[in-house]
């Protein structure tokens, strides 16, 4: 785990117009974050529309990417569901499929306990020999630190992925808890100060875009460049905050088409936006052009 490190997209998953798993744009998708060098690739998650995606479409999408990443990066599966049963076959076949490793949220809709929470995550690290990483995010319901502790103690659980504005306590796991335990950053718009804290990595969605701009902000992190690093996040969050006037989803996958690369729609009930809202969507990145540093950014350049 401890190799899995810098900067991972958690990668969209392409639908057709009839809002069918599209192979042959998953594959461009794949292809252009690999030459993009990205660090890693996080499959099936909220980006990656996992919840949905039947689980045979799920394991579609994890063989696909095994065969076009042919080993060359690693790749994490979110196998999350309510049902534990149902998220250990996810994990079985991500495992069986090359993942370097599986995570998932805890069991979500229904209030579980802590203790149906360390049971579900116990009974997924069981279930395969990869590492398990443990998700937290708001929308399935932030764990507490005392929680994440407990899990931390699993056997098997050997990470995080925290996506919650209590960064703080990305400081408190690296002080606290095992050294080898890997700490994610999930918010795209707190990466630095993820990173500032202590984070090992940085997971997100805007990563399918703004990939150049990420790799470029964790360079100046490992060289110490405040002033770069702060230009970077600043830009980032420009971007960020224009895209989340919309429906997210859907508007990252048109800006990946204002790239060139095609990455389909989102599934019902995600918007699929006209022509005329896509113009409009797109003329208010332009303004984004005039920030210091954004010139060099690739998708800033196609707006």
């Not at 790749?75 to 994990?91: E, N, Q, R, S």
Request: proline letters at 4%; glycine letters at 6%; aromatic letters at 10%.
């Amino acid at each position: 785990m401890n190799k899995i490190t810098g900067v991972i997209p958690a990668m969209v998953t392409c639908f057709n117009e009839r809002e069918e798993l599209d192979e042959q744009r998953l594959r461009r998708v794949i292809r252009f974050l690999k030459e993009e060098k990205a660090d890693g690739l996080y499959l099936t998650g909220s980006t990656g529309e996992g919840f949905v995606m039947t689980p045979e479409e799920r394991k579609q999408v994890v063989e696909i990417t095994a065969d076009e990443l042919n080993g060359e990066i690693p790749f994490i599966v979110h196998v999350g569901a309510i049902g534990t049963k149902v998220t250990c076959d996810l994990a079985r076949h991500a495992e069986k499929c090359g993942a370097a490793a599986v995570s998932s949220v805890p069991p979500f809709y229904w209030k579980f306990s802590e203790d149906s929470i360390v049971r579900y995550y116990t009974e997924l690290a069981d279930s395969v020999s990869v590492p398990t990483i443990i998700y937290n995010i708001a929308l399935a319901g932030v764990m507490n630190f005392d929680t994440i502790r407990r899990l931390a103690s699993v056997p098997g659980v050997k990470g995080i992925k925290y996506t919650a504005p209590t960064q703080f306590d990305i400081l408190r796991m690296r002080q606290e808890l095992d050294p080898e335990f890997i700490i994610y950053s999930g918010s795209d718009e707190m990466a630095m100060s993820g990173l500032s804290y202590g984070a090992d990595g940085i997971i997100g969605t805007f990563y399918n875009v703004l990939l150049d701009l990420y790799k470029d902000l964790y360079q100046a992190f490992l060289d110490k460049d405040m002033d770069r690093l702060h230009e970077k996040q600043s830009i980032a969050n420009r971007v960020i905050m224009t895209t989340l006037q919309h429906d997210m989803i859907p508007t990252v996958k048109l800006m990946m088409k204002w790239m060139g690369i095609d990455a389909g729609i989102a599934r019902s009930p995600f918007t699929c936006y006209s022509q005329e809202e896509e113009q409009k969507i797109r003329q208010e990145f332009a303004g984004i052009k005039a920030m210091p540093g954004a010139d060099k950014v690739k998708f800033l350049q196609e707006v």
